[in-house]
């Protein structure tokens, strides 16, 4: 935003022009949340830079609109006793005293100021972001404004992404300025994820069930309703044909009897993937379409080594998880070996925890750049899990998608998303595309469940197809 407003004020457009809109923006959703001017009441605290002068703009249009406005300036410092008087008699509350550049801690007046908004009985409109708030991460390292709604310009800045800027920013209202963000270079930018962006590849006329294969990997002793959950999702997300391998003939007899075909796998005599059970997968895995593995294997050593090599060797595009990605945690080099076989890069899906593994650090409070840094080092998809969902490719592209929510804090979930990627990668979505849109389907289906927080995988299966209707039809989903 730094570098489009620069080239904005470039390109002809004086600074003083971009604050007079930026203002006359936020007093026009003040009126909106006002409910109209008549007898309304207005708090408006302004710090020193361009985010106190759109606060000051919006002050003086809502006062010439008969708002009484009662309008404080954290330069000339506050008078503590009329500032409380004046939240008292308020409808509403315009922080204007910080915006995306804001670094470090609220302390002093501005902290004051948001403790008071706190307290205080009336909503509070935030300026570009809430102030205390990270515009980069999104970070809160203390006191922070918790905005009912905040109106920011040009575009959505990542503070108002990622928790817990997301949660105090409210409602977040993207009003245009004039300001061209599409003149920043592509390698810069952040986009969220959209209905418009989403691939949702359907069956041709002429289309077998193997041309839509899908192969799972995964199981272990207690574990084999990962790989299941799996493969029942990618059935639900475009597979003709689901195989689940599994370690063994006893797990594969257990978990047979539905319309996905179970296939035993070389297992050791504990039960876990051996092996040689890589030879067994890559043995004819050009039938598939997409591949789906880590869902429940454990982390028996030799089932790391067998992971390690199918995902080194196996041609076809495939998504690791859960405890295939904590085998490449250990040795990477299957990955480098996959792109140097002219594969295409390997869609990796870690939650928190698995992420450090891989990085060997933890993810820190910038999780666009960890993805991206991730997603470099691995020359692979990284799908880092968690509020606000990022997907990163080697070459820096990234995208956040933002229909997670903490419903999907569940067993089994994050198995479900594995099959839903497999499916789409089998339909003939590009791994990028498989892995962005899966997200979605994934977040928006979770809220097609009607479960509320009490969801489970098996809920989350059966949404599948209703959310897989409605994205494909064309509705906005939060009409449907």
């Not at 999104?138 to 990542?158: N, Y």
């Not at 418009?196 to 002793?221: M, Q, Y």
């Not at 504990?270 to 593995?293: K, N, P, S």
Request: glycine fraction near 14%; hydrophobic fraction near 45%; proline fraction near 5%.
């Amino acid at each position: 935003m730094a570098e489009a407003d620069r080239r904005t004020i470039a390109g002809g457009t004086a600074e003083s022009v971009l604050v007079e809109r930026a203002g006359a923006a936020v007093a026009r959703h003040a009126l909106r949340m006002l409910g109209g001017a008549y007898g309304r009441r207005v708090v408006v605290v302004c710090g020193k830079g361009n985010n106190g002068a759109d606060g000051g703009v919006a002050a003086h249009r809502l006062r010439a609109r008969g708002v009484g406005v009662d309008e404080f300036a954290l330069a000339g410092g506050i008078d503590e006793p009329e500032f409380h008087r004046a939240l008292r008699r308020s409808h509403l509350a315009v922080d204007a005293m910080f915006g995306t550049g804001f670094r470090g801690a609220l302390d002093g007046e501005g902290a004051e100021v948001a403790s008071a908004f706190a307290a205080a009985s009336i909503p509070t409109l935030a300026v570009d972001i809430p102030s205390g708030i990270d515009g980069l991460t999104g970070e809160a390292r203390g006191a922070a404004v918790r905005a009912r709604q905040t109106v920011t310009f040009a575009a959505l800045k990542p503070g108002v992404l990622f928790e817990p800027g997301r949660s105090r920013a409210g409602r977040v209202h993207v009003v245009d300025i004039g300001i061209d963000v599409d003149s920043v270079p592509r390698r810069a930018q952040l986009y969220v994820l959209e209905v418009g962006d989403l691939v949702l590849p359907r069956r041709t006329p002429d289309g077998h069930k193997w041309s839509t294969a899908v192969f799972v990997i995964g199981g272990s002793p207690g574990m084999t309703g990962a790989p299941l959950l799996a493969g029942h999702a990618a059935a639900r997300s475009g597979a003709g044909m689901v195989v689940c391998g599994v370690p063994g003939i006893d797990a594969a007899n257990r978990a047979g009897g539905s319309e996905l075909v179970i296939r035993a796998l070389p297992a050791s005599s504990e039960g876990h993937l051996d092996t040689d059970a890589a030879a067994a997968v890559l043995d004819g895995v050009d039938r598939f379409r997409g591949i789906a593995i880590g869902p429940g294997l454990g982390r028996d050593q030799a089932t790391q080594e067998a992971v390690r090599r199918i995902v080194a060797e196996c041609p076809i595009p495939i998504v690791v998880d859960a405890d295939g990605l904590n085998a490449l945690a250990h040795d990477p080099g299957a990955l480098h070996a996959r792109r140097a076989s002219g594969f295409a890069p390997a869609i990796l899906t870690p939650h928190g925890g698995e992420f450090e593994r891989l990085a060997g650090a933890p993810v820190g409070p910038d999780r666009v750049a960890a993805a991206r840094d991730l997603a470099a080092r691995l020359e692979s998809i990284v799908l880092l899990k968690g509020p606000g969902t990022v997907i990163a490719d080697p070459d820096g592209r990234a995208v956040v998608n933002r229909t997670d929510g903490p419903a999907l804090a569940a067993a089994g979930t994050g198995d479900v998303l594995t099959g839903v990627i497999s499916g789409l990668l089998a339909g003939g979505a590009s791994p990028f595309d498989a892995a962005a849109t899966g997200a979605h389907v994934h977040g928006r289906a979770a809220v097609e469940a009607g479960t509320g927080d009490e969801l489970t995988a098996t809920d989350l299966i059966g949404a599948l197809h209703p959310t897989l209707d409605i994205l494909r039809s064309g509705r906005d989903p939060r009409e449907a």
